[in-house]
């Protein structure tokens, strides 16, 4: 029998967590022969509904759950851990704007990067809760946990992306690849179609209406979010879970060869960004290390939404520069 893997995961109780733990127990996302020992991490006032989920974890007898425990201390819930999925933090109020947010949301992240120092020796972090990005940036700066262990996820974005420029060449999802989204988690994100591949041909040969590129699909994805939330009640919960598993088995798994995968990670100054930010990058692995893809080209229209999520991102960083 393996080591089980130990992973953490916060805002156990919020409905994000509720469609991603299931699936880390019931041995969907490590594989039947590998065990897990899930660690949560909640507020106070959510530890009896968290209860529940565990209740519920109990009652589904998966072979590969060989272990779990709940806390509401960070210190605890990371202790030994070998993965931390950051999910946990405050949804945006009636009238919030996101400065507000981010206000509200960074201490939470001051005290479990200092945290995650008690965690194992091959941690990663995927930091989900919003803003995800300025969060990360954070966590990565208030622990001694090396920062190249810390990423922020834009795989739902990537993921929402794939399925409509799919939809739209009507081919499967698997055709389309070399898909990259640059820069944050926000209505600023670029979905670069530009440096695309479907069926292995640049896209701009099997998707020809450039307005429909521009004006619907770019818009379209940065602004999905809001229509689910519009459509649903509530904020996207099961494709944000398998946006965090995506993102975390791309960090574990060989990068398909000619492909890559993208998350935000802390930026080197690599196409231009301020060393330093936690930045929406195409990332590939080598061995167990990611790198950015780099030398990719944008047009002006491009680099100028590039420029547009990189400005966002630097004002992110001042609100919240007495945290860093
Ligand atoms: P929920 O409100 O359902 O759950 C959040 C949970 O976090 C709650 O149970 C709450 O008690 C807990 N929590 C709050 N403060 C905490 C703390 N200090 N420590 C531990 N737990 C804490 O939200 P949910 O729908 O699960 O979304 C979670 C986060 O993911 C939100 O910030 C949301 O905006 C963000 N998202 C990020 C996405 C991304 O692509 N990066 C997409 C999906 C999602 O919108």
């Given amino acids: 029998m393996a080591e089980p893997i130990r992973v ?9 967590a509720y469609s991603a733990i299931f699936r880390l127990a019931s041995g969907a996302v490590f594989g039947p022969d590998q065990p897990v020992h899930l660690s949560f991490l909640e507020i106070t006032p959510a530890m009896k509904v968290l209860e529940a989920v565990m209740m519920e974890l109990d009652d589904c007898a998966f072979p590969t759950l060989v ?51 008690r965690a194992a020796a091959d941690l990663r972090v995927v930091v989900v809760g919003n803003p995800c990005n300025t969060n990360c940036l954070i966590a990565m700066r208030n622990s001694d946990v090396p920062k190249d262990r810390f990423s922020a996820m834009m795989r739902l974005d990537y993921n929402r992306a794939k399925t409509m420029l799919a939809k739209k060449a009507n081919v499967p999802v698997t055709a389309v690849t070399n ?52 459509a649903r009640g509530s904020s996207s919960a099961a494709s944000g879970a398998i946006a965090a598993l995506d993102h975390l088995l ?8 000619g492909d890559w995968f993208v998350a935000a990670v802390l930026s080197e100054g690599q196409y231009g ?34 420029d547009a999520v990189l400005n966002e991102l630097r004002q992110e960083r001042e609100v919240v520069k007495d945290l860093l």
């Fill in 273 to 306: 960004v301020d060393p330093g930010l936690v930045f929406g990058y195409p990332l590939r692995l080598k061995g167990d290390q990611w790198e950015v893809v780099e030398g990719l080209t944008l047009s002006d229209w491009g680099r100028a939404k590039f």
């Fill in 8 to 16: 953490a995961v916060t805002g156990a109780a919020g409905q994000i």
């Fill in 67 to 117: 272990g779990m425990d709940a806390s509401d201390q960070a210190d605890q819930a990371f202790d030994g851990v070998n993965a931390a999925l950051l999910i946990g933090s405050r949804p945006r109020g009636p009238g919030m704007e996101r400065a507000d947010l981010i206000r509200v949301n960074g201490p939470i992240f001051v005290g479990q990067g200092k945290a995650l120092n």
């Fill in 250 to 257: 791309s960090f574990r798994q060989p990068t398909p060869a």
């Fill in 179 to 230: 898909l990259a989204v640059w820069g944050n988690h926000s209505n600023n994100q670029y979905p670069d179609f530009e440096n695309a591949r479907i069926q292995g041909r640049p896209l701009s040969e099997v998707i020809t209406d450039e307005d429909w590129l521009k004006n619907t699909f770019v818009p379209d994805v940065q602004t999905r979010g809001a229509v689910v939330i519009k």
